[in-house]
């Protein structure tokens, strides 16, 4: 039976090897995963958009440089990641601009106050993450990622990845406490 | 193992990202712990509500124009093209394979069912006969005049019921 490690490991042949259909074919694989990080660590949907186009760019002009130390895929999550991280650095202004007419129907008429309000929150709780914290809990929680490929990715060691990771989820708690709390009761 | 070594574990034992001995140390010590249980339960809420809210889904219209611009910008339009017809080709290929397929076994089915019915037919129609000639015989011997295209004569009637006999057997054979 075929896994998914061996489709990625058989696209990977093939892509070095210039077969551009294989190209095409991991493209079509992998956009969802790498839009999902963009968008998790920049918070902006078209920002996202354009950070999904440009790393497929960059991968892709520079796939004859690729040394094969890790997968393809490791490889692109990290071309987007630093992307999305330069980013967001290069901003430091406030980026709490909520997509609300993008993600899911957040503005729908319907939502209640007290949902709306929730949203701000867990955003806030976001916001108030480091860039590499949050790239971090993006890549392990949300696209189910180990951590040394996440170190890969990154350019870190795993036990820094695990403590980002560690102080995300402690941070995410402290800022959602009082609601996690409210809602137990 | 202590609840503070097991609080600062629940990150990892939540994504499954530990040894099998410390998963399964934790996961004791929180059924028989109130609080490590609690505590466990209350990062379970908080990472619900972060993915509830932060996990972004892409319409299929927002991903097939994402898709075309990444392509696009990758000069890998044409590859795409190309891939969509193959697959169409594939889809349409199998489904044609798969109606024929139903058809002929349609088409099986049915002809099975008249060859059944002929069958019968014919079974029938000759064990009709073989009821025909012994009445035939007995009405010889009771001297009445029968009509038969082979004449009157016993003989002719009992070489017609072998004839009937060995077409049935034959048949039944089959």
Redesign the interface.
């Known amino acids: 039976m075929k896994t998914k490690l061996d489709t990625f490991k058989r696209l990977q042949e093939k892509i070095i090897q210039g077969d551009k259909k294989a190209m095409v074919r991991f493209v079509e694989i992998t956009y969802p995963n790498m839009f999902q990080t963009a968008f998790s660590i920049i918070r902006n949907v078209h920002d996202a958009e354009d950070i999904c186009q440009e790393s497929f760019l960059h991968f892709f002009s520079s796939l004859p440089k690729f040394e094969g130390k890790s997968s393809l895929q490791t490889w692109l999550y990290r071309i987007t990641v630093n992307c999305a991280i330069d980013i967001l650095r290069a901003r430091k202004t406030k980026i709490t601009e909520l997509n609300e007419d993008f993600i899911n129907g957040k503005d729908e008429p319907s939502k209640t106050i007290e949902n709306k309000e929730l949203s701000l929150k867990v955003h806030d709780a976001i916001e108030k993450l480091g860039a590499q914290q949050r790239a971090v809990f993006t890549l392990k929680h949300f696209n189910g990622l180990k951590f040394e490929e996440i170190s890969q990715i990154m350019g870190i060691s795993p036990s820094t990845a695990k403590t980002h990771f560690y102080r995300a989820i402690g941070g995410l708690r402290e800022s959602l406490r009082e609601y996690v709390k409210e809602q137990q009761t | 193992m202590k609840c503070e070594t097991v609080k ?1 574990y629940l ?2 034992y939540y ?1 499954n ?1 530990l040894d099998k001995t410390k998963m399964s140390e934790i996961k004791t010590h929180i059924k028989n712990c109130t609080n490590c249980k609690r505590e466990f ?3 379970k ?3 619900k ?3 509830k ?6 319409n299929f219209i927002q ?1 097939r124009i ?2 075309n ?3 696009k ?2 000069g ?1 339009q044409k ?2 093209i ?2 969509q017809r193959k697959r169409a080709f594939a889809f349409g290929s199998s489904f044609a394979a798969t109606a024929l397929l139903l058809f002929f076994l349609l088409l099986n089915i049915k002809t099975s069912d008249m060859k059944l019915n002929w069958q019968n037919n014919y079974f029938t129609y000759k064990t009709e006969q073989l009821e025909e000639s012994i009445a035939d015989i007995h009405k010889i011997i009771a001297g009445e005049t029968i009509q038969s295209a082979e004449g009157y004569s016993i003989d002719v009637e009992i070489n017609s019921i072998y004839e009937d006999i060995e077409e049935i057997t034959a048949f039944l054979s089959i």
Not at chain 2, 53 to 58: D, N, P, R, T, V
């Open positions: 600062e990150p990892f994504h990202d339960n209350c990062l809420k908080t990472l509500l972060v993915e809210e932060e996990k972004i889904g892409l991903k994402l898709l611009r990444i392509l910008s990758a890998l590859e795409r190309f891939l």
